[in-house]
């Protein structure tokens, strides 16, 4: 099965490449032209903001007086966020990555463990929550033919998946979850980081007994989600397309959703730029506009992402060299 996310990543390239095909590509470098580096300036800035707003849930729920501060908080989430981004660790790798690092700092190993776990699954649920609002947008403005049935499957994959990462983390498929993030990371495993099965449940079930810790997180989980659309509303305006904050909240809501569903794929490549494109569309964007917003998310992706990456490895080399 190591093959699969090689497999993934060639059929995503081979639909990137027939995208490019089908458009005018004349117009796409004149628009991207246009843009300049501004753009990729002004996305990247609103990436750190919904980092920033991401890392201020996920503070709110590592327990105890040695909770490190916001900047140390603030790093690991990037890495992790880098992490899921570029390397082919099926959108967990940076999880388990972003626990070690706070466990690193201080905090204990089951209390580093749920209060990920916590956070991935309100940042799950939340995302359910602003995207049914996002497609309330799509109804209000006149959803297209053809639209209804992958909206409604795209929704209930969400609540589905909300749904299943709260049981599992309530009854004993949370030893097979253990088990599976064991095998997706690298160096020290999910289970070695959480102190083992009973430890982590025991720091979960604390985690979710703290409401007011769970209610924040959850709130800036959910003005997280929000902030994403500036980065959208910012590219697009920089392209040339003048569209609402509504609109650009359905277009990267859509686009995240894409994401999600790909997690198979490295990076989501051709699937991120395939939703892009179609919910585009919907909103009268010229396909050129539709995929330089695709391909100004891939250049903010590096640009944000390598650094991390490099943070990251030299952590880790402090680490070993104490």
Not at 200 to 227: I, K, M, N, Q, T
Not at 237 to 254: Q, R
Not at 258 to 264: E, K, P, Q, Y
Request: aromatic fraction near 8%.
């Amino acid at each position: 099965m190591r093959w699969l996310p090689f497999l993934g990543a060639a059929v995503g390239l081979g639909a990137v490449a027939w995208m490019l095909a089908a458009v005018d590509l004349d117009a796409l470098v004149a628009a991207l032209a246009a843009a300049g580096w501004g753009v990729l300036l002004g996305v990247s800035a609103a990436k750190l903001l919904s980092l920033g707003f991401d890392a201020l849930a996920w503070r709110a729920v590592i327990p105890g007086p040695r909770r490190p501060g916001f900047g140390r908080v603030f790093a690991a989430r990037w890495i992790g966020e880098a992490v899921n981004t570029l390397l082919p660790v099926a959108q967990v790798g940076g999880d388990l990555a972003r626990g070690r690092l706070i466990a690193l700092a201080g905090v204990p190993g089951p209390a580093a463990a749920a209060s990920v776990a916590v956070d991935f699954t309100l940042g799950v649920a939340t995302q359910a929550v602003v995207t049914v609002m996002a497609v309330g947008l799509l109804l209000w403005h006149g959803l297209p033919q053809g639209l209804g049935l992958p909206v409604a499957g795209g929704l209930a994959a969400l609540a589905l998946g909300a749904a299943l990462l709260l049981a599992a983390q309530r009854d004993g498929a949370l030893a097979a979850l253990s088990g599976l993030a064991g095998k997706v990371g690298a160096g020290r495993s999910w289970r070695d980081l959480s102190g083992g099965l009973g430890a982590f449940r025991e720091a979960l079930r604390a985690l979710y007994a703290d409401r007011p810790a769970v209610r924040s997180c959850a709130a800036w989980r959910g003005v997280g989600w929000l902030a994403h659309a500036a980065e959208t509303w910012a590219a697009l305006w920089l392209l040339g397309a003048a569209v609402g904050w509504g609109e650009a909240l359905v277009i990267e809501m859509v686009g995240n959703a894409a994401r999600s569903a790909a997690f198979l794929i490295p990076g989501a490549v051709g699937a991120q730029e395939g939703g892009l494109l179609a919910i585009g569309l919907v909103y009268g964007l010229s396909p050129e506009t539709a995929l330089g917003l695709a391909l100004i998310k891939r250049a903010r992706e590096l640009a944000v992402s390598l650094p991390a990456l490099a943070v990251w490895g030299w952590l880790e080399r402090k680490e070993d060299g104490e």
